[in-house]
């Protein structure tokens, strides 16, 4: 028996990278786990069938981050196959690739607002009315709300909007146990990362990292296991880098 056993938990963006590697977590932990996707049925259904090949439960559902018709659908799906309850939610899905300051268009703004912001919020709201006593609530955010990259404009206003609205959620919601925490990665070594950089060896970030490699998504989505289980009942309102030790 995991630590999670019994446990219902709500992933989004859960077909690749950091994502994926939190739903394998939470259900080798021994969580019902719900994810989204939005692109590859392929790649979602390999997560499932990796989850069931090591005797754990998850079940994927198409849902774009960025509309509120498709959370709500998400929503009511996760409540189908989570009727024991709802217990942890994590808002991971996000828009991370570069755009120039002076590309930025109204479009593109909105639409890296309302994946990275306005939607992650009303997530959060659904967390704090679904959640059973003593839930959780953990966001992804990224080591670049304090190490600035050129292009990122967008992606680190964005989640930086995400870490407040997770601050304010733990004063919300502690009253009835809820711990919220965000969970701030450094470089991991993801395709979104290299689709990002393209060609980037990641010489120069690696030099700057103690531990002196990249991150793998399996050190992030340990990270958030911490804090889905028992043991991370007196932390609330943190932001925590999971990062190697970086040092601008």
């Known amino acids: 028996?995991?630590?999670?056993?019994?446990?219902?938990?709500?992933?989004?963006?859960?077909?690749r990278g950091i994502g994926r590697a939190i739903v394998k977590r939470l259900a080798a932990d021994g969580a019902?786990?719900?994810?989204s996707f939005l692109r590859s049925d392929e790649a979602a259904e390999q997560v499932v069938a990796e989850v069931t090949a090591d005797g754990g439960k998850a079940f994927a559902v198409r849902a774009d981050q960025g509309s509120l018709d498709d959370l709500s659908r998400m929503f009511a799906e996760a409540a189908k196959h989570l009727e024991d309850g709802l217990d942890i939610v994590v808002c991971n899905a996000a828009d991370g690739l570069p755009v120039a300051f002076e590309d930025v268009t109204e479009d593109v703004y909105d639409r890296y607002m309302a994946v990275n912001a306005k939607g992650p919020f009303f997530i959060i709201q659904y967390a704090g009315a679904k959640l059973r006593d003593g839930g959780r609530?953990?966001?992804?955010?990224?080591?670049?709300?304090?190490?600035?990259?050129?292009?990122?404009?967008?992606?680190t206003g964005g989640k930086g909007a995400l870490e407040n609205f997770t601050k304010v959620a733990a004063l919300t919601f502690g009253h009835r146990g809820i711990t919220a925490n965000i969970v701030s990665p450094g470089a991991t070594d993801t395709e979104l990362l290299r689709s990002a950089n393209p060609g980037d060896t990641f010489k120069?970030?690696?030099?700057?990292?103690?531990?002196?490699?990249?991150g793998q998504p399996e050190d992030i989505a340990s990270a958030v296991a911490m804090l889905a289980g028992p043991d991370a009942a007196w932390i609330s309102g943190q932001n925590i880098p999971v990062d190697g030790g970086i040092w601008p």
């Open 204 to 214: 120069g970030l690696i030099a700057l990292t103690s531990l002196k490699r990249l």
């Open 1 to 15: 028996m995991g630590q999670l056993a019994g446990k219902g938990a709500l992933v989004t963006g859960g077909s």
């Open 32 to 35: 019902t786990v719900v994810f």
């Open 137 to 155: 609530i953990i966001t992804i955010s990224t080591l670049n709300t304090r190490m600035h990259a050129p292009g990122g404009a967008l992606y």
